[in-house]
């Protein structure tokens, strides 16, 4: 039996380090997909789960409270962009 960088060689038979390479790449992909297939499942499940529970307990009410907005009216006598600052005549016209 010798090895070499490229080549394989055991009782006459030569296998080339990319004839090797790729079938051992493929049984390895198939290989972590069966092992990994129920961690996969597990993740998705309970991710989803976890998020169904959030959504239903969750405490959406600090989102509607208005008491703190603030009226935005008058003029802004530093700024003087159209928007901010409309004239009386874009007003009715609105």
């Known amino acids: 039996m010798r090895s070499s960088l490229f080549c394989f060689v055991s ?6 380090q990319k004839a090797a390479a790729i079938p051992m790449g493929i049984f390895s992909v198939i ?6 297939q129920d961690v ?6 309970s991710s989803a789960f976890f998020a169904l529970v959030h ?9 509607k ?7 935005m009216m ?3 006598s530093e700024e003087d962009a159209a928007f901010l600052n409309p004239v009386d005549s874009e007003l009715s016209q609105v």
Do not use: N, P, T, Y
Not at 11 to 16: D, L, P, R, T
């Open 65 to 71: 409270d208005e008491e703190d907005k603030v009226v």
């Open 11 to 16: 009782k006459g038979v030569s296998i080339s």
């Open 74 to 76: 008058g003029e802004f």
């Open 40 to 45: 996969f499942w597990w993740a998705i499940f």
């Open 31 to 36: 290989l972590l997909f069966w092992l990994l």
């Open 55 to 63: 959504a239903f307990f969750r405490d959406a009410s600090m989102h």
